[in-house]
């Protein structure tokens, strides 16, 4: 077990920061290059434990991938180039990887068996089971409990119109990329817009895809094509990643931090506008876009932050953001509700209840809710030690609590950062 330890920050945070590549664009840039004809370059690629399993995972299904330091090379072998694996194709800790994949392999004439370990092993999968059967693959919980070791075998896939119930990319995801071996067309429709980085990058691979929004919810489809052809992909820096350094700046006096090259996609960057709802001075700068992917640098000051309620169709564009907003709330003046976001139960921890846990132990004021929590703020918190029950979401969210808190930080497990964003205390450091 690894601990580390965060003092209260007396000095402002003062610099740049340029943050690691986007993990949700990095897991599809392979995953559809090793699927289309040719060569993907991918740069800025996350070279965390999530996405490395996503690699690992391809080069078991026979796909060459080189890495360099500064890029990724996936020789891609087209749409039925995959090769059945000798070994169980091992997730990691990746609920990505798993429920994306299992969209591709369900569309192959080979047998597999998809396993990770034991927080990505009792992570709901009936989500994507359920729909995928529908299509008519072959996939089954091994062990009769709607969670992985998922084993796929030989289907013949069509086209559904599959409305689901909760707006998820991942979900989505897994039946389009079904889809892409399916006869027909395939629909999905849910509640609100989940983020759409597969839409977008599918479409620039050559998929026959679109997607649109009415009064029903928002619906993505898909048509089988002839092939995908490979990209050039320059990976925008995690919005996600960025979120931390965010409310660095945000709440530790006098601080000024620019933000390099951060993907601004909004689908994903709900926490931008409910900072900007808080109070936050933040500024966008240098604005551009590259395949489909808005970026900009973002400028943060301190800034007097007061209380929101976070409810409705933002959700889905902040859900891996809420433990930090929980501690933005938590140095707000008044009072903050995050609501609707039940989904929260299912990440990498219960993160209603890890939140809670670790903001009630730093002497903050929070009442969990069946989809949510209630926060008021208070003018300090105390250090304490922090448990991260291995969520690297709780672990760097609670470190930035650390740097305005009263006292010592301690971080429990800490090297769980890892899986999302390498060297992350260094930067902080």
């Known amino acids: 077990m690894k601990t580390t330890t965060i003092n209260r920050r007396i000095q402002p945070l003062r610099g740049e920061v340029t943050v690691p590549g986007d993990k949700s664009i990095s897991h599809r840039s392979v995953m559809f290059g090793s699927i289309a004809h040719g060569t993907t370059e991918i740069t800025n690629f996350l070279k965390g434990a999530d996405c490395l399993s996503t690699i690992s995972c391809f080069r078991k299904l026979g796909i060459d991938i080189e890495e360099t330091q500064d890029r990724i090379l996936v020789h891609g072998r087209g749409l039925s180039g995959l090769c059945a694996p000798s070994q169980i194709l091992d997730t990691g800790n990746s609920g990505t990887t798993t429920r994306l994949i299992s969209g591709i392999l369900a569309g192959q004439n080979f047998s597999s068996v998809l396993s990770g370990d034991a927080s990505l092993n009792s992570r709901p999968m009936g989500r994507i089971i359920t729909p995928l059967r529908e299509m008519g693959a072959s996939i089954a919980s091994i062990n009769d409990n709607d969670c992985a070791p998922l084993k796929i075998e030989p289907g013949k896939l069509h086209g559904i119109h599959y409305h689901s119930k909760v707006a998820s990319a991942q979900v989505k995801s897994a039946i389009l990329l079904a889809g892409l071996y399916a006869e027909g067309e395939t629909k999905v429709t849910e509640p609100t817009l989940s983020r759409n980085h597969t839409e977008l990058m599918l479409k620039g691979f050559g998929a026959d895809i679109s997607s649109g929004a009415d009064n029903n919810g928002a619906t993505a489809s898909i048509?089988?094509?002839?092939?995908?052809?490979?990209?050039?992909?320059?990976?925008?820096?995690?919005?996600?990643?960025?979120?931390?350094?965010?409310?660095?700046?945000?709440?530790?006096?006098?601080?000024?931090?620019?933000?390099?090259?951060?993907?601004?996609?909004?689908?994903?960057?709900?926490?931008?506008?409910?900072?900007?709802?808080?109070?936050?001075?933040?500024?966008?700068?240098?604005?551009?876009?590259?395949?489909?992917?808005?970026?900009?640098?973002?400028?943060?000051?301190?800034?007097?932050?007061?209380?929101?309620?976070?409810?409705?169709?933002?959700?889905?564009?902040?859900?891996?953001?809420?433990?930090?907003?929980?501690?933005?709330?938590?140095?707000?003046?008044?009072?903050?509700?995050?609501?609707?976001?039940?989904?929260?139960?299912?990440?990498?921890?219960?993160?209603?209840?890890?939140?809670?846990?670790?903001?009630?132990?730093?002497?903050?004021?929070?009442?969990?809710?069946?989809?949510?929590?209630?926060?008021?703020?208070?003018?300090?918190?105390?250090?304490?030690?922090?448990?991260?029950?291995?969520?690297?979401?709780?672990?760097?969210?609670?470190?930035?609590?650390?740097?305005?808190?009263?006292?010592?930080?301690?971080?429990?497990?800490?090297?769980?950062?890892?899986?999302?964003?390498?060297?992350?205390?260094?930067?902080?450091?």
Do not use: W
């Open 223 to 429: 048509k089988p094509c002839q092939e995908l052809y490979g990209q050039k992909i320059p990976v925008p820096g995690d919005i996600s990643s960025a979120a931390y350094f965010i409310a660095a700046a945000l709440i530790v006096p006098g601080s000024e931090l620019l933000i390099k090259n951060v993907g601004t996609n909004p689908t994903r960057a709900g926490i931008l506008t409910i900072c900007k709802n808080m109070g936050a001075d933040i500024t966008f700068i240098n604005e551009k876009t590259a395949g489909g992917e808005p970026t900009a640098d973002l400028l943060v000051k301190y800034s007097h932050l007061h209380g929101t309620t976070v409810e409705g169709a933002i959700i889905p564009t902040l859900i891996d953001e809420i433990p930090i907003i929980a501690v933005l709330a938590a140095y707000a003046e008044g009072t903050t509700i995050i609501k609707d976001a039940a989904e929260l139960k299912v990440k990498e921890t219960n993160r209603i209840d890890t939140v809670t846990e670790n903001l009630l132990a730093m002497g903050g004021h929070i009442t969990p809710t069946d989809d949510g929590m209630i926060i008021e703020g208070t003018e300090s918190l105390t250090g304490a030690p922090v448990n991260s029950h291995l969520d690297h979401r709780i672990a760097m969210a609670f470190a930035i609590a650390g740097l305005a808190a009263r006292g010592e930080t301690t971080i429990l497990d800490s090297q769980c950062v890892d899986v999302s964003y390498p060297g992350f205390f260094d930067v902080l450091h």
